[in-house]
């Protein structure tokens, strides 16, 4: 079993960073494709990036390629994604997500992955 904390979001403005993190525990963190997706109000969840069990490969949506950044330090089993450059369009819940299956490249759908934390708000005003 696994669980999934994220923290970090807050109000920000446009233009300004931020880092949001992602604890896990129970199961083999090393081991696990760790995600990020987000939920903006009234539409679906979009995947946003994945990192791989040793942090070697990443992948973005296009919509935050060159502004975002995912990272993991496996010793604390953490997961991170700095954000640079936000704008108001990223305003969403972010969510956290560990796919232990690997039965694709990228995983970028939500049912790739089989656990998920609850989520943490990021607003970005204008």
């Known amino acids: 079993q696994v669980q999934l904390v994220e923290s970090g979001g807050e109000l920000v403005q446009a233009g300004d960073s931020l880092r949001v993190s992602c604890v896990a525990s129970g199961g083999t963190f090393s081991e696990y494709r760790m995600g990020w997706f987000r939920q903006a109000p009234g539409k679906e969840r979009e995947f946003v990036a994945v990192?791989?069990?040793?942090?070697?490969?990443?992948s973005y949506a296009d919509s935050v390629k060159g502004r975002f950044n995912i990272s993991r330090d496996n010793a604390k089993n953490t997961v991170y994604m700095q954000m640079d450059n936000l704008k108001p369009e990223d305003t969403a819940v972010y969510y956290c997500?560990?796919?232990?299956?690997?039965?694709?490249?990228?995983?970028?759908?939500?049912?790739?992955?089989?656990?998920w934390g609850q989520g943490t708000q990021v607003t970005v005003s204008s």
């Open positions: 997500a560990a796919d232990s299956r690997h039965y694709t490249w990228p995983p970028v759908r939500w049912d790739d992955y089989n656990y």
């Open positions: 990192v791989t069990g040793s942090g070697r490969w990443t």
